[in-house]
């Protein structure tokens, strides 16, 4: 199994930053990308942004411009910075990768616990 630990959630006010971070550790073949979603109460869970193996990476309209998501690069790590944040943002934050545990295994969805963020003055 593949496991990811996110880290860097918390209470912020609006227009500040945070930074999370996710790291991928357990039986890896292969991480074919790495992204973060978040699911807000009575909210379906959304992509918030997406990295892949070569840099190339996704972010959801309602991030851009503010969210930017690095990492990965080889090092099973991905982080999100995350700023100007809204009380719109306020969501349990969860990583996922996309990955392989053996050369002839499916390529699997593989989550985190989550990390709560709260925007609130």
């Known amino acids: 199994q593949v496991r990811l630990v996110e880290a860097g959630g918390g209470l912020v006010q609006p227009g500040g930053s945070l930074r999370l971070s996710c790291a991928a550790s357990?039986?890896?073949?292969?991480?074919?990308?790495m992204g973060w979603y978040r699911q807000a109460p009575g909210k379906q869970r959304e992509l918030v942004a997406a990295?892949?193996?070569?840099?190339?990476?996704n972010h959801a309209d309602s991030v851009k411009g503010r969210f930017t998501i690095s990492g990965f690069n080889g090092q099973n790590t991905v982080y999100l910075q995350m700023n100007s944040l809204k009380p719109e943002d306020t969501a349990v934050y969860y990583c996922n990768a996309e990955a392989k545990t053996s050369s002839n295994a499916r390529v699997m969805d593989f989550w985190g616990k989550g990390t709560l963020v709260t925007v609130s003055s």
């Open positions: 990295i892949t193996t070569d840099g190339s990476t």
């Open positions: 357990g039986s890896i073949f292969t991480i074919n990308d």
